[in-house]
T-cell receptor
Framework: ETGVTQSPTHLIKTRGQQVTLRCSSQSGHNTVSWYQQALGQGPQFIFQYYREEENGRGNFPPRFSGLQFPNYSSELNVNALELDDSALYLC????????????FGPGTRLLVL | QQPVQSPQAVILREGEDAVINCSSSKALYSVHWYRQKHGEAPVFLMILLKGGEQKGHEKISASFNEKKQQSSLYLTASQLSYSGTYFCGTPDDTSGTYKYIFGTGTRLKVLA
């Protein structure tokens, strides 16, 4: 186990609703990245936070937003949910210069109906 | 553009060897390898850095050819636990914004 936790584990929402997913980093890690993984696909980078600032962003619309808190835990918010947002959402934590050695949480499976 | 991995899928018998390749159209500064079992999160296997430094915590090896923009993962004497989907990953800031990109993935199945 990596020490990275995510909540909730599963979630069902309807189109147009908003959702907040949470991630608790591994102890000592100050960087968190969020990924979307559709069934049968590889993870797609949403964004990364380093010391509470957005450090990079993938090709996702602004309705995908995030926060990182002083304790380095993080939230992913998705507004105006669409059917295609159904996926496994993964967060990964890492530290400093080895920010790309990422330790993943178990993920939140989101279903949008 | 995401790195392309080959083969897309491979089936092995226990004890056999396999090589998984990762090719990028852009310069690679570092490459990471992850394994993801069905229904689970990706697990970090190894990092390869420019200059040949490798860091990993599993009994696997990898190579990194910066000139050819390629990396290869070597699985020797495969075990049943090696089954899963393998991804290479690399940072990309060529667009001026940091991104992390995973490769297309290679599904590996080890049979008893």
């Amino acid at each position: 186990e990596t020490g990275v936790t995510q909540s909730p584990t599963h979630l069902i929402k309807t189109r147009g609703q908003q959702v907040t997913l949470r991630c608790s980093s591994q102890s000592g890690h100050n960087t968190v990245s969020w990924y979307q993984q559709a069934l049968g696909q590889g993870p797609q980078f949403i964004f990364q936070y380093y010391r509470e600032e957005e450090n990079g962003r993938g090709n996702f619309p602004p309705r995908f937003s995030g926060l990182q808190f002083p304790n380095y835990s993080s939230e992913l918010n998705v507004n105006a949910l669409e059917l295609d947002d159904s996926a496994l959402y993964l967060c990964a934590s890492s530290f400093g210069e080895e920010k790309e050695t990422q330790y993943f949480g178990p993920g939140t499976r989101l279903l949008v109906l | 553009q995401q790195p392309v991995q080959s083969p897309q899928a491979v089936i092995l018998r226990e004890g056999e060897d396999a090589v998984i390749n990762c090719s990028s159209s852009k310069a690679l500064y570092s490459v990471h390898w992850y394994r993801q079992k069905h229904g689970e999160a990706p697990v970090f296997l190894m990092i390869l850095l420019k200059g040949g430094e490798q860091k990993g915590h599993e009994k696997i090896s990898a190579s990194f050819n910066e000139k050819k923009q390629q990396s290869s993962l070597y699985l020797t004497a495969s075990q049943l636990s090696y089954s899963g989907t393998y991804f290479c990953g690399t940072p990309d800031d060529t667009s001026g914004t940091y991104k992390y990109i995973f490769g297309t993935g290679t599904r590996l199945k080890v049979l008893a």
